[in-house]
């Protein structure tokens, strides 16, 4: 099945005279999946595990306690931020004051939005790796800022290449940005790799924006380094985390921004104007997320590295290639193969296979022949998405 430009112009909310955008694509996936029985999603990002049940708790005994009923400072919590530091130093080798240097953020994708208007004047370039998480472009457009795409590439398991960085930095180049492990491509950048992108960013004189939102997902022997923990790169790193991944908690809306006084004076103020302060009772619920026992991370790294493996496996067997998933819980698949493009090769899927999966124009206009595969669906649901999708194929 090939969608017809009067279907995808009859999209809800879109100008019918304007371009297909990479949205409409995955709402138009959505939007059908929505009418069918029994459909199998690997294309949202939300992990499939309850929220821990000691955070669960915390937050319920914030509630019966009157704890939740009132705004917090607009910086978020002096407790929540004081564990945020103390995981900061003791997991990352950052250090950071929580007066001054935290801020607590409605989810991390808040965090991105205020710190990109913060520092980012109109003109300014921005150094983004491609392909990347669409939600770089949107907050990057709204400052009129200049998104200058890094080329990564699948034979190099869209490793990022330092030299591929330098060669686009022009007197206009305000920042870089890293997400690793990296959405949608897996990717995780090797301690050598970010010693060496530091040294690029201060021999240019460039702020460092640091999504780390993954970090605690790593397999094979990847190892993560956060860039804010290197000599002298402190005053010029803006570190964005949160608690949706780590900890099951995309629906509690609880994020951080860790970045110089003066670049979190100007968070701040914006954050204020755009939603006050984060919900007072995911706060609390990420003070107990912080101080509590790990195990959970554990468990939930464990069950991702088992399905990654099963995904790998049936994608190589079916003939698709991709780069190596050395983080996070996603596959960028290369599906050529099949001589359709991955739009037309995802309704296909979920037409015929009853198997959500979004293409990879969804993260640049570059992949239109990649598909993004999740790994959110216990291991025999997973199972069943793979035989459906091989016989279809």
């Known amino acids: 099945m090939t969608l017809t430009s009067p279907h995808r112009s009859q999209n809800r909310n879109r100008n019918p005279d304007g371009p297909f955008h990479i949205v409409d694509e995955r709402d138009y996936l959505m939007e059908i999946a929505q009418d069918m029985p029994d459909v199998i999603s690997l294309g949202l990002g939300d992990p499939d595990f309850a929220?821990?049940?000691?955070?669960?708790?915390?937050?319920t005994d914030a509630l019966r306690d009157g704890r939740?009923?009132?705004y917090t400072d607009h910086a978020g919590l002096p407790e929540l931020r004081r564990a945020i530091a103390a995981k900061l130093a003791q997991e990352n080798g950052i250090i950071a004051d929580p007066d001054t240097e935290i801020t607590v953020t409605t989810g991390g994708q808040e965090g991105l939005y205020v710190l990109v208007q913060a520092v980012l004047d109109p003109g300014d370039e921005i150094l983004v790796p491609d392909p990347r998480y669409s939600s770089y472009d949107a907050a990057i457009t709204r400052a009129q800022g200049v998104m200058v795409t890094i080329p990564t590439r699948e034979a190099d398991d869209f490793a990022l290449d330092p030299a591929e960085?330098?060669?686009?930095?022009?007197?206009?180049?305000?920042?870089?940005?890293?997400?690793?492990?990296?959405?949608?491509?897996?990717a995780v950048i090797p301690p050598a790799t970010i010693h060496r992108l530091a040294e690029i960013a201060k021999a240019h004189d460039l702020l460092v924006i640091a999504d780390e939102i993954y970090e605690h997902f790593t397999y094979d022997g990847a190892v993560h380094l956060s860039i804010g923990s290197l000599p002298g790169m402190r005053e010029r790193t803006i570190t964005v985390n949160g608690f949706s991944k780590t900890y099951a908690m995309t629906g509690w809306r609880l994020g951080y921004v860790v970045a110089p006084v003066a670049i979190t004076r100007a968070i701040r103020a914006i954050k204020e104007t755009v939603s006050i302060a984060a919900p007072t009772l995911s706060q609390w619920a990420g003070v107990a997320a912080l101080a509590g026992s790990q195990e959970c991370v554990t468990v939930m790294r464990t069950?991702?590295?088992?399905?990654?493996?099963?995904?790998?496996?049936?994608?190589?067997?079916?003939?698709?290639t991709y780069g190596h998933p050395y983080g996070t819980f996603y596959i960028f698949a290369n599906t050529s193969r099949t001589q359709l493009t991955a739009f037309d090769l995802a309704v296909r899927m979920l037409t015929e296979a009853r198997v959500l999966i979004f293409p990879g124009t969804g993260f640049g206009a570059d992949w239109g022949n990649y598909l993004r595969f999740s790994l959110l669906q216990p291991t025999p649901i997973l199972k069943e998405a793979i035989a459906r999708?091989?016989?279809v194929l």
């Open 51 to 59: 929220t821990p049940a000691h955070i669960v708790a915390a937050a």
């Open 68 to 70: 939740c009923t009132d």
């Open 165 to 186: 960085v330098e060669q686009r930095i022009t007197p206009r180049t305000k920042a870089l940005l890293l997400l690793t492990p990296s959405n949608p491509t897996a």
């Open 303 to 320: 069950a991702y590295d088992e399905r990654r493996r099963a995904l790998m496996q049936a994608l190589t067997d079916v003939g698709f």
């Open 389 to 391: 999708l091989t016989r």
